[in-house]
């Protein structure tokens, strides 16, 4: 469940450098994190659940990117989560993890 972390503290500490980083890093304008405003009503309609509306926006980044001829920076997910790993990839994004992350296997 929602909770489940706070019993690991492995997890906890993961989770809290995770955000730490996230927060440098929108702070020095590396990440982009999405706006509730850009959220696409079609995609809030037909979206199954979370995974799918994350998907959706990344895709939708991409194509944005893409189509403007820019790329700021590279997309990355970053997840723990195998299955929304396999998911993400099958929409060829690129993905890590926070083991990654934090052992600096992440750059920009």
């Known amino acids: 469940g929602i909770n489940k972390n706070r019993t690991n ?9 995770s955000r730490e980083w996230l927060l440098q890093m929108q702070e020095a304008d590396l ?3 999405q706006r509730r405003e850009e959220v696409d009503a079609s995609v809030e309609a037909t979206a ?9 926006f990344a895709v939708f980044v991409l194509k944005e ?5 820019e790329s700021r920076r590279p ?6 989560d195998r299955t929304f790993r396999v998911k993400a990839q099958a ?11 934090l052992s600096g296997g992440v750059n920009n």
Do not use: F, M, W
Request: charged fraction near 40%; proline fraction near 2%; aromatic fraction near 0%.
């Open 31 to 33: 990440v982009r994190i």
């Open 48 to 56: 199954d659940n979370n995974d799918d509306r994350i998907l959706a």
């Open 9 to 17: 503290p492995e997890k906890q500490t993961k989770a809290k450098l």
């Open 91 to 101: 929409e060829r994004l690129v993905v890590c993890d926070s083991t990654e992350l």
């Open 65 to 69: 990117e893409t189509s403007k001829g």
């Open 75 to 80: 997309l990355r997910l970053l997840t723990d």
